[in-house]
């Protein structure tokens, strides 16, 4: 099939079909190849995405994407492997600007979508490689077979194998991408709803610290879908080697930590999963985005915000993939794919959200690599609080409470210094 | 794609057999049976080569603890590496302080998530 398309998409995530989205609705030839046997096979995330993105592109949106909840409580919880001290958010959020769902239906849908506006998507294709002429992508490679286009959107996800081909930008460090791991747990919608006292349709997202990573850089997840649960634990993976962390295990113990298990023990494990993510910022972002006939899109170009409460990279992701059209139609109607005509995507992306927010939190990275979050701190604000509910006959204040359980773990300077820079830079 | 025969022969399908309960505490999950959950089509060939000779030679072994699938194991000082089972995360590739012979597998293999 010597077929010429004007885009070729590597990869079916949101990143890809965000972008040929946008192509197929301009009424470009465009083919997104996915290398799972179906969309989403391949996809694994936390469980939350922003919609602001979504609805401004996609007008039937709210009707028909698959939502499992809607976030109406928004709970961080620091534990130790006893305790676990939670802050919870109630708000009726009536924005409803955040959801709940499974990555995998999620994509599914935007393929529909892709090809409802006459984007070809074909899954059980991998991409192996590009084909350069003199220096500028003409194509790509899969097995036997050669694709021609215009030009290659480059959406492969965190593992940069095309990336690398390109010249575009080098493998991960272990301190720049966390592991992921995550576990899926079926209840019933009821039990749900009554173990998080919820009505239908809203959901939790529940972020930890300090245990579920066995107070490595990291922290674990749990959201409410429909029917089901999705609890997970991220690692930084230089953290995981430097604690010797046996990450095929961490999300048993995670899950058999009594503040979990008394939520989970009637539901029924159905799947479990792995994924990596971008863990570094602005940073991670590799210096050229763009090269001769060839544009970086999504996790493969690092657009993840992490942010300490939040963590977000669908939308991002999918947002990165509309600018990557825009600059796509526009190479076209100047009939010029060089890196010097698709730069203009860089400037769009740094005019739009995914530069303006990493750019506003580009120091939280720095900040969330600092161990006492992960270590100190859960572990003295356990034990702190567990001393001061406790009634007897040596009752005490929290102030002496808190100075002993300090002592030879952190100084007072220290303690106040990470708060500060927390507050200002998260 | 010619190569292809065979995709929808998803060889495990206990992801419809879930373990009824979870049960007292304590009790773990083995990852073995965790791994029982997840739908895999089985390529012939690995996807991920370990080279032996610098494997042999590897001090540190990372591979033996972040590997989420636990795939990696030791048998008489010589590195075993088990594709069957691979979640493709990247994990591996990124903790190697070698280069390893990394990538996913054929188009349609591998694992297939459903709730991913």
Redesign the interface.
């Known amino acids: 099939m010597e077929e010429k398309f004007d885009a070729i998409i590597v990869g079916a995530g949101a990143a890809g079909l965000g972008a040929a989205y946008r192509l197929a609705k301009y009424g470009f030839n465009v083919v997104v190849l996915e290398?799972?046997?179906?969309i989403?096979?391949?996809?694994?995330?936390g469980g939350r995405i922003y919609t602001h993105v979504f609805e401004k592109e996609i007008p039937e949106f709210r009707k028909e994407a698959p939502v499992e909840r809607w976030v109406k409580k928004e709970r961080l919880t620091l534990m130790n492997s006893d305790d676990a001290v939670t802050l919870e958010l109630f708000s009726d959020f009536s924005a409803n600007d955040s959801f709940i769902a499974?990555?995998?239906k999620f994509n599914e849908w935007l393929g529909k979508k892709v090809e409802d506006a006459g984007g070809l998507v074909i899954?059980?294709?991998?991409v192996d490689d590009l084909i350069a002429e003199n220096g500028t992508i003409k194509g790509i490679t899969?097995?036997d077979?050669k694709l021609y286009a215009d030009v290659v959107i480059d959406a492969e996800g965190?593992?940069p194998?095309i990336a690398k081909k390109a010249g575009l930008r080098d493998?991960?460090?272990?301190n720049q991408?966390a592991?992921g791991?995550?576990?899926?747990?079926?209840l019933s919608e009821n039990t749900v709803n009554d173990i998080f006292q919820l009505n239908e349709g809203e959901g939790v997202a529940n972020l930890f610290l300090g245990y579920p990573t066995n107070y490595a850089l990291g922290g674990g997840f749990l959201y409410t879908n429909k029917d089901?649960i999705?609890l997970g634990v991220v690692i930084r993976?230089d953290s995981?080697?430097a604690k010797?962390?046996?990450?095929?295990?961490i999300i048993?113990?995670f899950?058999?930590h009594?503040f979990i298990?008394r939520i989970?023990?009637?539901?029924?494990?159905?799947?479990?999963?792995?994924?990596?993510v971008p863990e570094e910022g602005l940073d991670g972002i590799p210096r050229n985005l763009v090269g001769d006939g060839i544009l970086l899109v999504g996790d493969v170009a690092g657009f993840v915000l992490n942010r300490g409460l939040t963590i977000r990279g669908v939308d991002l992701a999918f947002l990165s993939g509309l600018l990557a059209a825009e600059t796509v139609k526009e190479a076209h109607e100047a009939g010029d794919f060089s890196r010097a005509s698709l730069s203009s995507y860089e400037e769009k992306l740094k005019n739009s959200i995914v530069f303006s927010e990493l750019e506003a939190f580009k120091r939280a990275s720095g900040l969330l690599g600092n161990l006492r979050f992960y270590e100190t701190y859960p572990q003295i604000l356990c034990e702190v609080l567990k001393d001061a509910y406790t009634v007897g006959e040596n009752s005490r204040k929290i102030y002496p409470i808190l100075r002993e359980k300090m002592k030879g773990r952190l100084s007072l300077f220290t303690m106040i210094r990470d708060v500060i820079s927390a507050v200002r830079n998260l | 794609m010619s190569d292809l025969n065979g995709v929808n022969d998803v060889t495990n399908e206990n992801g419809e057999n879930p373990k009824e309960e979870l049960g007292e505490k304590g009790e773990k999950l083995s990852i073995e049976a965790r791994l029982g959950l997840v739908a895999f089509t089985i390529d012939s060939e690995p996807h991920i080569k370990l080279r032996e000779e610098v494997c042999r030679e590897c001090k540190p072994r990372y591979c033996l603890f972040v590997c989420p699938a636990k795939l990696y194991t030791e048998e008489n000082g010589e590195i075993k590496f088990n594709y069957e089972g691979c979640l493709e995360c990247g994990t591996c590739r990124i903790a190697c302080p070698q280069e390893l012979d990394w990538n996913y597998p054929r188009g349609g293999f591998g694992a297939h998530y459903q709730y991913g």
Request: hydrophobic share 35%.
């Open positions: 290398r799972g046997q179906r989403g096979a391949k996809n694994v995330y499974i990555l995998s899954p059980g294709i991998k899969a097995g077979e965190i593992n194998i493998d991960w460090k272990p991408v592991v791991v995550k576990e899926v747990i079926k089901t999705s993976i995981a080697i010797r962390i046996q990450v095929y295990d048993e113990d899950r058999n009594p298990h989970l023990k009637e539901g029924s494990p159905i799947e479990y999963s792995a994924h990596l």
